[in-house]
């Protein structure tokens, strides 16, 4: 258990952090030789950025192509990215958060409770949708390998026996609370013993560890891809400053 | 499913520059140049590890929808090559296997490889529909390259590189030919027109190198007739070089050091003609090749590039043109809407050409492929073709009736008239877009000076 609870959560971080950060350098360190814009943003650094934005907030690409597909995943992610601050918020302030806004302290709570159920059931259910879309659809069926279905099963598990602790009496919030913030001061806090907390704390571990190997790394490639094709073409005649070529293949160019 | 199409010979690919790797180096050399090749492309890069496989490309991608071979729908093309990335070059690949989707080099890989990736036209719509930004045809070009690096290159595009070797131009028209045909097309101007409409060849001093597609000496010669006619109307400088006939780049197509070395012909030519500014002619992927490749390849240069079309609707004020009486629908050439910022130009131009213009659905950077992009101009490849150009046929036939099919690229102007004839519009008139704009052009009126 000492291992499963002090050094299982840092290793994953670790693992999700370093190798988050190179992959994405890996990416950003290689040149671009040749533009592959495919179509300009007039406006300069900001106007492209905002592009690239809009297309990350808001799925417009999927939207285009296949409406149910833009509509469980943009669910998805939109949930997964709320049950996200959730975490941090609720669980930060021990979901008195909404005493702010002039809750009462069983209100926050109650309130509290009900939008992380809500959103959790959400964040399951586009989940679901999304993997029978893969099992049903032929055509989905036909390009999709066994990673495909195992990061879905790794957010469904975590998805799932996060739901499950809510109806669970043996899951203490403060006991969680103490552990986690144990963990973030480098200080080892009692390990809570509610086996779904231990269920839930095991599937994030695992997908913390997995996600950097995976095709979960779209999380920081999305930006990478998008901004390639909105980049701005070359200027002729080449200004004073102008970059040099960058050859594709290291012997240089034949004759 | 095995492709017809013919692969150039050993001794041919080395006649271009390549050298032919043997059956036992092909492996090594592949997974070599794969590695180098992922070093010096971001967007490679990114791409083969980013794809989720939410397969919203999978219905957008004509060559599939015509073709319904599964490994057509671009992340299974994709995942030809990244199969083999992820066994060889990511550490879950080696260690896990096929669970991550990772496969090892086997017999079948480069026949796969020449035919998929020779089935995708580089249209690009799928990155369109991407919301990574995945553009498979980044994946598929390279594919292409790495295949050239081995030697195998198909007999199509060996050949273009050769005339494109010994001529400056894909048809390899020697410049006596060119002259001739220059000097019959004046005669048929002057003929029609009255005014003794020049095409300068090879002027020094010239303002404009304007850098035609060479099969506009061909079977496109309403497409130069109207680009003469336009410049003489303006009174331009102007002039045509014979040593880059070619607005075509087949080297972004297949290999990289091919690009790269027609793409220094065209600055060669600005250079020793004294050309301030670079027209390109009417070429899709040359566009793409041009605007976007020309600072890699041959920068820094000192002329400026523009796209005739471009040049065109900036000028038309200065046009006399009478409207045609003719119901003219528009092709967007993929590499205009795709890659080259041309997606209103062509339709100030016709609305001013012709009485009634048609759009096509979906259309600008939704447009489909015409089925022959990226130099898929094979005869032996045609039962294919005419597969790939299945939903364009499908947009036009869509459109009603029609008197033209207006399509500012060489490549489209090939390919769409096998697909009209073969799916039920024999007598649909296809030619560019400049075409056009001879045709309406009064050219008593139109006066200018530059």
């Known amino acids: ?40 943003v007039a406006g300069g650094r900001r106007a492209r950025a905002a592009a690239v934005a809009k297309e990350l907030v808001l799925f417009p690409s999927l939207y285009r192509g296949d409406r149910r597909l833009w509509l469980s995943a943009w669910l998805m992610h939109a949930s997964l990215l709320v049950v996200l601050v959730g975490h941090t918020v609720g669980i930060a302030f021990a979901a008195q958060q909404f005493r702010y806004f002039g809750a009462s302290k069983e209100a926050s709570v109650w309130l509290s409770g009900a939008m992380g159920l809500l959103v959790g059931l959400v964040f399951t259910v586009a989940l679901l949708t999304v993997l029978y879309r893969r099992a049903a659809n032929v055509e989905v069926k036909r390009i999709s390998g066994p990673d495909d279905y195992l990061a879905l099963v790794l957010l469904l598990c975590v998805a799932a026996s996060g739901l499950a602790m809510r109806y669970s009496a043996e899951v203490d919030l403060a006991e969680v609370r103490t552990y986690l913030a144990g963990l973030l001061v480098f200080r080892a806090s009692p390990l809570p013993r509610a086996w779904l907390f231990l ?44 970059p040099t070529a960058a050859p594709l293949f290291s012997q240089g160019d034949r004759p | 499913m095995k492709s017809p199409m013919r692969l150039a010979k050993a001794e041919d690919v080395r006649a271009i520059g390549l050298a032919p790797a043997a059956e036992e180096e ?69 260690l896990l296997g096929r669970i991550t989707g990772a496969e090892d080099f086997d017999a079948q890989t480069l026949d796969a490889w020449l035919t998929y990736f020779y089935q995708c036209n580089e249209c690009r719509r799928c990155a369109v529909f991407c919301p990574l930004g995945v553009d498979t045809a980044e994946v598929t070009i390279a594919g292409r390259h790495l295949l050239s690096e081995l030697g ?56 404009i190198l304007y850098i035609p597609s060479s099969a506009d000496f061909f079977t496109n010669v309403d ?14 400088s102007w002039t045509i070089s014979s040593a880059v006939l070619e607005a ?69 004020g200065r046009l006399a043109l009478r409207r045609l009486s003719m ?14 910022d041309l997606i209103d130009e062509p339709r100030r131009i016709l609305r001013a050409c012709v009485e009634e213009l ?28 005419l597969k790939l150009g299945k939903k364009k046929a499908e947009q036009i036939q869509a459109a009603g009736r029609i008197d033209y099919l207006a399509a500012g690229c060489s490549i489209c102007k090939a390919q769409l008239p096998h697909v009209a004839a073969h799916y039920g519009m024999p007598d649909l008139a296809i030619g560019g877009v400049m075409d056009l704009v001879g045709k309406a052009m009064d050219m008593n009126r139109s006066t200018g000076g530059v």
């Open chain 2, 248 to 316: 075509a780049n087949f080297g972004l197509l297949f290999n990289d050091s091919a690009m790269r070395a027609h793409n220094r012909r065209m600055r060669q030519a600005a250079e020793e003609l004294g050309a301030e500014l670079v027209l390109q002619g009417e070429c899709g992927h040359g566009w793409r090749a041009a605007r976007l490749c020309t600072e890699a390849a041959s920068g820094p240069v000192r002329f400026r590039l523009m796209h005739v079309l471009d040049y065109t609707a900036r000028n038309l």
């Open chain 1, 199 to 242: 269920v839930h704390f095991a599937a994030v571990n695992a997908l913390l560890l997995y996600f950097p190997f995976s095709k979960l790394v779209h999380l920081t490639g999305a930006f990478v891809g998008r901004s390639l094709l909105v980049q701005p073409p070359p200027v002729y005649p080449t200004p004073a400053d102008g």
């Open chain 2, 358 to 385: 048609v759009e096509l659905a979906p259309n600008r950077e939704e447009t489909f492929c015409c089925g022959g992009g990226s130099g898929i101009l094979m005869d032996e490849m045609m039962e294919i073709r």
């Open chain 2, 327 to 340: 119901r003219v629908a528009l092709h967007d050439p993929c590499n205009y809407a795709r890659a080259g």
């Open chain 1, 1 to 40: 258990m000492f291992f499963f609870g002090y050094i299982l959560p840092y290793a994953a971080a670790a693992v999700f952090v370093v190798g988050m950060v190179r992959r994405t350098w890996d990416w950003l360190s290689r040149p671009v030789p040749l533009p592959l814009t495919v179509s300009s």
């Open chain 2, 223 to 236: 497409t130069i007739i109207g680009v003469a006619k336009m410049f003489h109307a303006l009174g331009a």
């Open chain 2, 152 to 207: 195998m290159v198909p007999r199509f595009m060996q050949q273009v590189a050769l005339n494109l070797q010994k001529t400056g131009n894909n048809m390899g028209i020697p410049k006596p030919a060119l002259l001739d045909s220059v000097e019959f097309l004046q005669c048929e101007m002057l003929e029609e027109t009255g005014l003794a409409v020049k095409i300068p060849v090879d002027q020094a001093g010239s303002e």
């Open chain 2, 26 to 94: 092909r492996k090594p050399r592949l997974l070599a140049k794969l590695k180098e090749l992922r070093g010096s492309m971001r967007s490679l890069a990114v791409m083969l590890d980013t794809c989720v496989k939410c397969g919203n490309c999978v219905r957008q991608c004509h060559s599939y929808l015509g073709t319904g071979d599964p490994l057509n729908a671009p992340p299974a093309r994709a995942d030809l090559m990244r199969k083999l990335y992820r066994r060889h070059f990511t550490l879950a690949g080696r």
